[in-house]
């Protein structure tokens, strides 16, 4: 679940007038004393994020192929030769990442915008009190505490194309289609990841925005009915507008954990996703681990990650400078 | 405020569509589960005509599944309890005292956690391999690679929460402890985490399903000796059979204690988030 971004610690930063009382008094016992309890925290992270972090971009740099990788200091450094051979989107290896970029981005956009739909939905259905409604809260959490494995493995199960549910349904029961289509390989690969991936995180989005519909005061609701408001209008004028900080946090975390997803597609088409359906996770993947070229899989990544980068850049400078306005 | 009548149906609406879409994978996973295999493999059907428990027997013996549980109990458990010890002393340094380069870290931490897994995968893939090359110490395909690995992947959430459970309790209770002359550890031990007991429990079982349920890095760096269940249950595919029936039951099996685990303290998780995220 790793909800996570930079947004709670520079809210705190922020200036609160008027609530001094909430920043903790200083009582420094040695400067030292928070470094040395920071310090298995930071060890770890340097080990395993930030030192393989930078390794993987002076990575990016080596011609580190099949013949140097079990002894990599042998590797020769060829500069930006990586990204010119896979970022060249004349080259036939650029090519095919141009393209698993745009099913990414088709991926995670449309991933993200039903997962908050049906989050939404269900945290308003599920804001007033009636029976049943714990039971159904836990019921709709369970797609996301599933092991991804477990979940993935029982839709491949459901799409597959003689023996599975989907069709059974579609074709046997309904008779909406004559043939049994394929839903695993082709064209139709790309909707299932699509709804496999909706049906696992949407729970996620349900969680966070039914923790911040808590926070909003019911009586602005009935101030709202009092002067009239109907149910679209209370959802547009109350609802939304209290659930901003939240929408922005969620939003770009489920872009970006989508945008990275590779567990899906790897569980879903058993490591070998058809190109309909090659995200860019599974793509440098296969690229890396089946030419054992981890110089240019490198590159790609660094490449990601500074796309990423960017773009959650832009999009915090924004909806910032956005909430500024409105201030 | 009452509900009007439409409000009423689209409720019941929006509810039925959206229970369907959650329950009918898990109902045939629990279904197909109990079919013998040539019932799963000749055309679907809603019912199990003649049910059974055997694959909840054979699913043992078709792949080394017992082998594959006790390596994901024992690295999921050890990686939860070790990333929760740490995460409690760093959450206790980021929520009482104020330090040169606390909100650095803060950032970094968190942002780690929003980078591409594959970024991470190849470079430290290298490091294991050569380390264990250069200096012995297995760490490529070993269970110890993978604690090391999953504790950190737990730990900026981990963090992050704790620190929102830690600055929710009174800073009078620390000063009541320290009049008392309890050192900052006493204070911890003794002040802050018996109030944050269910921040805790809720971390870690965060922490163990982090664990249970990764695929990428399990799927490179284990060996058939270290393999978790994340890529031991893709062994119920061979070449001559897919034994859909064990592979539900399998995932049946593996699944209950995390559902159960994060169903039992869903309201921890949220009373975090509401801490954290939406302040």
């Avoid at chain 1, 004559?178 to 949407?202: A, K, T």
Wanted: aromatic share 12%; proline share 6%; charged share 15%.
């Amino acid at each position: 679940m790793a909800t996570s971004t930079t947004a709670p610690d520079a809210g705190r930063r922020e200036p609160r007038a008027g609530t001094p009382a909430r920043e903790p008094a200083r009582r420094p016992r040695g400067p030292l004393l928070p470094y040395l309890l920071l310090a298995p925290a930071i060890v770890l992270e340097l080990a395993v994020h930030v030192i393989p972090m930078v390794v993987g971009v002076w990575m990016s740099l080596l011609e580190l192929t099949q013949f140097h990788i079990r002894d990599w200091s042998t590797a020769p450094f060829v500069g930006w030769e990586n990204y010119r051979a896979t970022l060249d989107i004349n080259s036939a290896a650029g090519k095919e990442l141009l393209h698993s970029f745009w099913i990414t981005l088709a991926y995670s956009l449309l991933s993200v915008g039903f997962a908050w739909l049906l989050g939404i939905s269900a945290a308003v259905v599920l804001q007033r009190p009636f029976r049943g409604r714990a039971l159904l809260r836990a019921l709709f959490l369970t797609p996301y505490a599933l092991p991804v494995y477990a979940a993935v493995i029982t839709w491949s199960f459901l799409l597959q194309r003689d023996t599975g549910l989907v069709n059974h349904v579609l074709v046997d029961q309904l008779g909406l289609l004559n043939e049994r289509p394929f839903w695993l390989i082709g064209d139709n690969s790309f909707w299932s990841l699509l709804v496999v991936s909706v049906w696992r995180n949407w729970p996620f989005a349900f969680l966070c925005l039914m923790a911040g519909l808590q926070n909003v005061p019911g009586e602005l609701y009935e101030a709202a009915a009092i002067d009239g408001a109907g149910f679209w209008r209370r959802l547009r004028s109350v609802t939304l507008p209290m659930l901003r900080p939240v929408n922005l946090v969620l939003l770009l975390v489920l872009f970006l954990w989508t945008f990275n997803d590779f567990n899906t597609p790897f569980v879903l088409f058993g490591g070998s996703a058809p190109e309909q359906a090659d995200l860019i996770s599974i793509h440098i993947y296969r690229s890396s681990f089946k030419t054992w070229d981890f110089g240019s899989g490198s590159a790609m990544s660094v490449a990601l990650l500074l796309f990423l980068l960017v773009v959650s850049a832009v999009y915090l400078l924004i909806t910032n400078r956005r909430r500024d306005d409105h201030a | 405020m009452r509900e009007t009548a439409g409000e009423r149906w689209g409720r019941r609406i929006v509810l039925t569509l959206l229970t369907l879409f959650v329950v009918i994978p898990l109902y045939v996973m629990v279904t197909s589960a109990a079919k013998p295999l040539q019932d799963v493999q000749n055309g679907f059907t809603w019912w199990p005509s003649r049910p059974t428990l055997q694959p909840f027997v054979d699913m043992w013996s078709t792949v080394p599944l017992a082998r594959y549980l006790v390596n994901s109990l024992v690295v999921s458990s050890i990686a939860a309890v070790c990333s929760v010890a740490v995460a409690i002393f760093a959450a206790f340094a980021v929520s009482r005292y104020r330090f040169r380069g606390r909100g650095v870290f803060s950032v970094t931490v968190l942002s780690t956690q929003m980078f591409p897994g594959i970024l991470f995968l190849l470079p430290l893939f290298l490091i294991y391999v050569n380390l264990g090359n250069a200096t012995g110490i297995e760490l490529y395909a070993s269970r110890t690679g993978l604690v090391i690995t999953y504790l950190t992947f737990s730990l900026p959430f981990s963090i992050w929460m704790l620190v929102g459970y830690f600055d929710s309790i009174p800073r009078g209770l620390d000063e009541a402890a320290q009049v008392d002359g309890a050192g900052p550890l006493r204070t911890l031990f003794q002040v802050i985490l018996p109030a944050a007991v269910p921040g805790v429990v809720a971390v870690t079982v965060y922490a163990f399903m982090t664990a249970w349920g990764e695929v990428l890095f399990a799927s490179v760096m284990t060996d058939e000796g270290s393999r978790t269940l994340a890529v031991g249950l893709q062994g119920y595919s061979t070449q001559f059979n897919v034994y859909w029936n064990q592979i539900m039951a399998a995932s049946l099996v593996v699944s209950i204690p995390v559902v159960v685990g994060f169903l039992a303290l869903q309201r921890y998780f949220v009373a975090g988030l509401t801490a954290g995220a939406v302040k």
